[in-house]
């Protein structure tokens, strides 16, 4: 026979309830949108007031532009100002204007062709020195185009390519930061099993860089396009050591030279402003058309 022991439950003090830790959730998420919108509308106007002092400057003449209320339209002279712009000196903007989408975009094609085949071999090929080689590169980026203006100009003086077209041209070819971009991007959009099957279809290196890395790296390829058009069309220390003749100048060149000769003629100062509005077109054409390959091109790899 067995015996039970009753037992009798045994009360654990229990203190005041825990109070939760850090703010309420719902709350908590409302201040961080709070704040993250209000950094984003500085941010906005802090990039599109300049550009709207631009368009309404742009529609000033030289009297006005000083003298009259920024947001007054009673002296719209836009029409006026976009006629002598392409008829000053000779008709120059015209001239600087396609010789900077030559150099920019001419010259960020065929950068962004070798920087993504460089890249591309780095990430998927093995040689020797590779990492150092890699390690270079990354000196590269860090180097500012600035420091490297005067060693080009040396080395194009010796070569009797100073004050040409090529001597703008093929120094912007080569970008450090392209090729580092490149192989991030070639690591997350194209996988190895792709070239083996490649291979094991009987396809060589070349044929399948061409018919098949290169179309899947299509988003990746317009970033550097865009990352490098950016940089060539904004290039401004280069073209002023290289370049003495007025024709051969780019937009950025040449607008300096107009707001340096303001000073002496104020008639200048419309066609700069008007000028520098024109100036910015191309790019924002080129972001808008392209968005959505460089959008996918950003997030690349960025999660595995």
């Not at 709350?27 to 906005?44: D, Q, Y």
């Not at 006629?83 to 962004?112: C, T």
């Given at each position: 026979m067995?015996?039970?022991?009753?037992?009798?439950?045994?009360?654990?003090?229990?203190?005041?309830?825990?109070?939760?830790?850090?703010?309420?959730?719902g709350?908590?998420k409302?201040?961080?949108?709070?704040?993250?919108?209000?950094?984003?509308?500085i941010?906005a106007?802090?990039?599109?007031?300049p550009?709207?002092?631009?368009?309404?400057a742009?529609?000033?003449?030289?009297?006005?532009?000083?003298?009259?209320?920024?947001?007054?339209?009673?002296?719209?002279?836009?029409?006026?100002?976009?006629?002598?712009?392409?008829?000053?000196?000779?008709?120059?903007?015209?001239?600087?204007?396609v010789?900077?989408?030559?150099y920019?975009?001419?010259?960020?094609?065929?950068?962004?062709?070798?920087?993504?085949?460089?890249?591309?071999?780095?990430?998927?090929?093995?040689?020797?020195?590779k990492?150092?080689?890699?390690?270079?590169?990354?000196?590269?980026?860090?180097?500012?185009?600035?420091?490297?203006?005067?060693?080009?100009?040396?080395?194009?003086?010796?070569i009797?390519?100073?004050?040409?077209?090529?001597?703008?041209?093929?120094?912007?070819?080569?970008?450090?930061?392209?090729?580092?971009?490149?192989?991030?991007?070639?690591?997350?959009?194209?996988?190895?099993?792709?070239?083996?099957a490649?291979?094991?279809?009987?396809?060589?290196?070349?044929?399948?860089?061409?018919?098949?890395?290169?179309?899947?790296?299509?988003?990746g390829?317009?970033?550097?396009?865009l990352?490098?058009?950016?940089?060539?069309?904004?290039?401004?220390?280069?073209?002023?050591?290289?370049?003495?003749?007025?024709?051969?100048?780019?937009?950025?060149l040449?607008?300096?030279?107009?707001n340096?000769?303001?000073?002496?003629?104020?008639?200048?100062?419309p066609?700069?402003?008007?000028?520098?509005?024109?100036?910015?077109?191309?790019?924002?054409?080129?972001?808008?058309?392209?968005?959505r390959?460089w959008?996918?091109?950003?997030?690349?790899?960025?999660?595995?």
């Amino acid at each position: 026979m067995t015996t039970t022991t009753p037992t009798t439950p045994v009360n654990t003090p229990q203190g005041p309830p825990a109070r939760p830790l850090g703010k309420p959730f719902g709350r908590s998420k409302l201040t961080s949108r709070g704040i993250a919108n209000a950094v984003v509308l500085i941010a906005a106007l802090y990039t599109m007031l300049p550009a709207l002092w631009l368009v309404l400057a742009s529609t000033k003449n030289a009297d006005a532009l000083f003298g009259s209320d920024i947001l007054s339209f009673g002296d719209f002279s836009f029409g006026r100002n976009l006629s002598d712009l392409f008829s000053m000196d000779g008709g120059l903007y015209g001239e600087w204007y396609v010789n900077s989408l030559l150099y920019a975009v001419v010259g960020a094609l065929v950068g962004s062709l070798i920087s993504v085949a460089a890249g591309y071999a780095f990430d998927k090929y093995e040689f020797r020195h590779k990492e150092k080689l890699f390690g270079l590169v990354l000196t590269g980026v860090m180097v500012p185009p600035t420091v490297l203006a005067l060693p080009l100009y040396l080395v194009a003086s010796n070569i009797g390519m100073v004050n040409t077209f090529w001597s703008v041209f093929i120094p912007v070819l080569f970008n450090p930061f392209g090729v580092y971009l490149a192989r991030l991007l070639s690591s997350g959009y194209v996988p190895n099993e792709v070239l083996e099957a490649s291979r094991v279809d009987g396809a060589g290196e070349l044929q399948t860089y061409v018919r098949v890395s290169l179309r899947m790296l299509g988003p990746g390829f317009v970033t550097v396009f865009l990352f490098q058009l950016t940089a060539i069309w904004n290039n401004f220390f280069l073209p002023m050591v290289m370049l003495s003749d007025q024709h051969l100048y780019p937009l950025s060149l040449g607008l300096y030279t107009w707001n340096s000769a303001a000073t002496v003629s104020p008639e200048y100062y419309p066609l700069v402003v008007i000028g520098s509005l024109l100036a910015v077109v191309p790019l924002i054409v080129a972001f808008v058309m392209l968005q959505r390959y460089w959008k996918s091109g950003l997030t690349a790899g960025s999660v595995k």
